[in-house]
């Protein structure tokens, strides 16, 4: 199959797999146990903790081992929103977060939650979150890179504002950026990443974060975790995931530039297309474009009776009709939304997936041709 849905996930890389073999053959202790094989599993955690935070620039952050991002974000949220002596305040989020933030949030009535306005761009718009700053906020939540159109977050601009209001719990939800983006996480309180989104093992992901004794526990039992996640800790997919990122960061510049490549020969097959339209991305490998006149869904079929997957608007919206929050926000039209579809690329991406890719969205062209507008 030639794969372009790695916004959705990716195939594990080689390395993660050894290691995750290799840790589950050598180290299947309980990193709790206190015998010498617990002993050995609860320093390799130790350290593939501290790699983590190292390899991603924020060395005196805490860390807390996670299914993945969606417990991550509600890790998070939910610790910062259920304290009493907050409640009722004001929470700002982008228009376009992940449903593991937003529908997280929706479900905190007692807050004030308002929406950080997007430009047409795909960007947080950096004066109306000056103008919303107030007091009265406690959260502020954004997302590094946009999952929908690859659109990279001004972090540093947002930290940079928030910072003037020391109340402020500042999150990032940073799952489509590691390992795609070099990003100065300076200025931020909590980040949660997932591991499937950089080529290591699925259900695994973590928080790191800026001791403030805000995290309060999701689950309760054995205390693992420093009591923060109870439950046997997951270490053959933790020292995966580490040895995933350290692949991910060390191939990153040329990969991402080989990407380049790709996206450019794609806009260039395309961007002359009367009925495509591309929506705006700052990244090599995510590429959202609209089949004006046709559903996206169609285009997905069409694709993939040519062995080739590409995603409607996400994975996560693809199986109930949710509207696209992303593009509604940066104000794409109803009919553009409709057609949109998204390529996402990842290192194990050849020329020859792109030629194929290239070929089948021109089969599907002449498939729907009496349809497009
Ligand atoms: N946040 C973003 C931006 C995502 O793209 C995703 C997955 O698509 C998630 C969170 C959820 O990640 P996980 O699958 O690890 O729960």
Known sequence: MHYFDNAATTKICQPALDTWVKTNEKYYYNTASIHDGGKEASRLLETARRQLSSMLGVPTYECVFTSGATEGNNLVIKSMLTKKEVSGSTVLVSQFEHPSVIDTLKTFTNYNIKYIRATEQGHIDLDHLKELMSDDVVFVTVMAVNNIIGTIQPIAGIASIVSQYPKVYFHVDATQAIGKVNINYEGVDALSISSHKFYGPKGIGAVLFKQKNILRPLLHGGGHEGGLRSGTVNLPSVAA??????????????????????????????????????????????????????????????????????????????????????????????????????????????????????DAINYALREVSEVLQ
């Open 241 to 358: 995931m580490v040895r995933a990122l350290r692949e991910t960061l060390e191939s990153m510049d040329n990969v991402q530039q080989r990407l380049e490549g790709y996206k450019l020969k794609i806009n260039d097959a395309f961007s002359q297309h009367p009925s495509i339209q591309f929506q705006p991305s700052d990244v090599p490998h995510v590429i959202n474009m609209s089949f004006i006149g046709v559903k996206g869904e169609v285009i997905v079929n069409i694709l993939s009776e040519k062995n080739v997957a590409v995603s409607t608007t996400s994975a996560c919206h693809s199986n109930h009709a949710k509207p696209n929050e992303t593009l509604l926000a940066i104000g794409t039209e109803q009919i553009a939304i409709d057609g949109s579809v998204r390529i996402s690329m990842g290192m194990h991406n050849t020329e020859t997936d792109v030629d194929a890719l290239i």
